[in-house]
């Protein structure tokens, strides 16, 4: 029979990767979840994938402790953008990019599920000419995951922030 401290420790050491680095207490800024994202999705760069899920982990963590569940607080939105224009400062483009992918494009999908709507963009009614279109952030988020993704650099669009809630910031995602 095992002693239980040994059991717990099988138990612990038999968790997924993510689930023991990011442990049970959630990221509480965007600069946490950033500061656990950046080793690992440096790591990823260079071939190492031991520690793949972390950075998934502390978004939907982060998010999940912040916001709620997905899609739960209309303030979530600028929340999500604020998260996503600091994780896509962790990308790099070109060759590095195209042999090791990294989870990065699914840490950014992960936080537009939290996105509460589509910020009017499915409205019925046409927007007055003396407005500006409306902005689909989810979709927005999701064309930055996929330009991670596909190993690209170019201007992805524009998503609402809280540095800038009224005015969209222009998100080009480019090397550091």
Same mark, same amino acid.
């Given at each position: 029979?095992?002693?239980? &401290?040994?059991?717990? #420790?099988?138990?612990?050491?038999? #968790?997924?990767? =993510? /689930?023991?680095?990011?442990?049970?207490? =959630?990221?509480?800024?965007?600069? #946490?979840?950033?500061? %656990?994202?950046?080793?690992?999705?440096? =790591? @990823?760069?260079?071939?190492?994938?031991?520690?793949?899920?972390?950075?998934?982990?502390?978004?939907?963590?982060?998010?999940?402790?912040?916001?709620?569940?997905?899609?739960?607080?209309?303030?979530?939105?600028?929340?999500?953008?604020?998260?996503?224009? @600091?994780? /896509?400062?962790?990308?790099?483009?070109?060759?590095?990019?195209? %042999?090791?992918?990294?989870?990065?494009?699914?840490?950014?999908?992960?936080? =537009?599920?939290?996105?509460?709507?589509?910020?009017?963009?499915?409205?019925?009614?046409?927007?007055?000419?003396?407005?500006? &279109?409306?902005?689909?952030?989810? &979709?927005?988020?999701?064309?930055?995951?996929?330009?991670?993704?596909?190993?690209?650099?170019?201007?992805?669009? /524009?998503? @609402?922030?809280? %540095?800038?809630?009224?005015?969209?910031?222009?998100? /080009?995602?480019?090397?550091?």
């Amino acid at each position: 029979m095992r002693k239980p &401290a040994t059991f717990l #420790l099988s138990m612990i050491c038999s #968790l997924p990767l =993510a /689930a023991q680095a990011v442990g049970a207490v =959630a990221p509480m800024t965007i600069p #946490l979840v950033v500061q %656990a994202c950046t080793p690992v999705i440096d =790591a @990823e760069y260079k071939g190492d994938k031991t520690q793949w899920g972390v950075c998934i982990a502390a978004t939907q963590s982060f998010l999940t402790g912040v916001v709620g569940p997905p899609a739960s607080t209309d303030n979530t939105d600028k929340t999500v953008g604020d998260l996503v224009l @600091e994780l /896509a400062k962790l990308y790099r483009d070109g060759d590095v990019c195209k %042999a090791n992918p990294t989870e990065l494009p699914d840490a950014i999908s992960a936080a =537009a599920t939290f996105i509460v709507g589509t910020s009017e963009a499915s409205s019925s009614a046409p927007p007055d000419a003396s407005e500006s &279109a409306p902005i689909d952030q989810k &979709a927005l988020i999701e064309q930055i995951s996929t330009t991670i993704k596909d190993c690209q650099t170019v201007e992805t669009g /524009a998503i @609402e922030t809280e %540095a800038v809630p009224t005015v969209p910031s222009a998100l /080009a995602v480019s090397p550091n």
